[in-house]
């Protein structure tokens, strides 16, 4: 029954599919005219629109295949360009040129991220190249379906009647499969490129540089204040405690031994304050034994029942221990502060080349980035390690923070596999079955041509003849299909290794 319920489930999909890739090719066609139109007749006013009309057909693409094959597929744009600004005499510039008004500069500076962003052509092969290369591969059984039946009702119920238990016999295991697979075209297809991600790793990193270097500021201010509020003063009440023991040793030395026990006291108070100070600077355990020491330590100090697990191969730089180890004391203290927790659990451990830490409260739960309580501080400072924080915490409790930091251990390139070259065969051979065994094939046999060539499908009788077409272009639509999808697992190959 559950098996019967997920190839329907599949099979519901790939329809959908189908559906979505047949209104994505009329979007890609639009575009088409609207490329036409702006760069030939020079109606540049008709482009805008149309990418983002392919934008909003292709955005809907990637979040069901990302959502139904399990393939994770982020936005390939580069940063939208910011508004214009004004000169300090009210005008913009564009160039040589200037404007009273924003909306021109506001246009070409739009223009040129469309134009020059290579997501938004690759949407356009995407999108015409859609039928072919995911969404009729995805729905091939219900095509065969529907061939089975156009044969009976034409007269041949022998012949509909095998194809139709042909799809039935098929389907089952290939539903499932072409959806994974469309999702693993569509990641190919509609994933950022490496420049897109530089671009928006670099806008990422850039605001968090800024929001790094605010923090920094009110952090060492901060420290100056505590120095100048704590240690300083208690340094200054000892030394003058130490002048009122040196004016009073031959007059009354009981009272001078009293004031210098007093100094000695302020120096082991002002002395923990410092070091208070230095550990919250960097943690001297931190830098000698690393982070896992140095959060078993840390849970040592906390209010709370804190068990710590810790599976690393290698020690992070300085900087990310540094951060996840400070990231690690702001949750705790959170959860004991503003989340009533008695317990929690720490797990640090190494996801590739990430590093990954789970902490767990049984605290009543509530907490919001956006709120405060910490949590904007601790991914301000994650932010400027390209780091991300990721907040599970409903009413009610628990509260389950993850951090993770890309790029903290050494990565080594993955061996090449089978796969890959199975992957390279099918790149050669998919042209070969999509366009001259099948399409220009299908050209000949409409028109009507007696010249068979070297088409195998004009070769076989009649009623074979339209199934071997279709077949060749869904074997070339699939095998395009599966070269990218080889080309997306090769990628999360290289990308996942751990030294």
């Not at 605010?214 to 952090?219: F, G, K, L, M």
């Not at 980035?369 to 390209?386: K, N, S, V």
Request: proline share 8%; charged share 20%; aromatic share 8%.
């Amino acid at each position: 029954m559950a098996s019967a319920r997920s190839t329907l489930t599949a099979l519901a999909r790939s329809t959908a599919l189908a559906g979505l890739a047949l209104l994505g090719l009329a979007a890609g066609l639009a575009m088409l005219v609207a490329v036409m139109l702006t760069f030939l007749v020079g109606l540049v006013f008709v482009f805008p629109p149309a990418v983002r009309f392919a934008r909003a057909v292709t955005r809907r693409q990637r979040g069901l295949a990302s959502r139904w094959s399990g393939v994770p597929i982020d936005d390939p744009y580069r940063p939208a360009p910011p508004p214009p600004v004004p000169q300090a005499d009210g005008w913009y510039r564009d160039g040589r040129t200037l404007y009273r008004k924003p909306t021109i500069p506001a246009f070409n500076k739009r223009w040129n991220w469309m134009t020059k962003d290579p997501a938004t052509w690759r949407d356009l092969a995407f999108l015409v190249s859609a039928p072919l290369a995911g969404g009729f591969v995805a729905a091939a059984p219900l095509l065969a379906v529907a061939y089975g039946v156009a044969w009976a009702a034409g007269g041949n119920p022998a012949m509909g009647a095998v194809w139709i238990l042909l799809a039935v016999i098929v389907a089952p295991w290939y539903a499932p499969w072409a959806v994974r697979l469309h999702g693993q075209v569509a990641a190919a297809l509609l994933g950022p490129t490496e420049k897109a991600r530089l671009a928006q790793r670099v806008t990422r990193l850039d605001a968090a540089r800024t929001e790094a270097v605010d923090s920094q500021a009110a952090e060492l201010r901060r420290i100056e204040r505590d120095l100048h509020d704590g240690a300083q003063a208690r340094l200054v009440a000892i030394g003058m405690t130490i002048g009122a023991a040196e004016q009073l040793l031959e007059s009354d030395p009981q009272a001078a031994r009293a004031l210098l026990g007093k100094a000695r006291e302020a120096s082991a108070t002002a002395l923990q304050e410092i070091r208070r100070l230095v550990r919250g600077i960097h943690p001297p355990v931190l830098a000698e034994r690393g982070l896992g020491d140095a959060v078993r330590a840390l849970a040592l100090d906390s209010p709370l029942r804190v068990h710590v697990t810790v599976d690393l191969p290698e020690r992070a730089s300085a900087p990310l221990e540094s951060a996840a180890y400070f990231a690690v004391s702001e949750l705790l203290a959170n959860a004991a502060r503003h989340g009533d927790a008695t317990e929690a659990w720490v797990d640090v451990s190494a996801q590739g080349p990430a590093l990954r830490v789970t902490v767990t409260d049984d605290g009543h739960g509530g907490a919001d980035p956006e709120r405060g309580t910490g949590l904007r501080g601790i991914e301000r400072r994650l932010g400027a390690f390209d780091g991300v924080l990721a907040v599970n915490s409903p009413v009610g409790g628990p509260t389950t923070a993850v951090i993770e930091l890309p790029r903290a251990f050494r990565t080594r390139p993955a061996p090449t596999t089978p796969w890959r070259y199975f992957g390279r065969l099918c790149w050669a051979l998919w042209p070969i079955a999509l366009f001259p065994q099948g399409l220009v094939a299908m050209v000949f046999k409409l028109v009507g041509s007696p010249v068979k060539s070297w088409f195998l499908a004009l070769y076989m009788p009649g009623p074979f003849q339209w199934p071997a077409i279709v077949g060749m272009i869904l074997l070339g639509g699939g095998l395009l299909a599966v070269a990218l999808a080889t080309t997306v697992r090769t990628r999360e190959t290289e990308g996942g290794g751990c030294a």
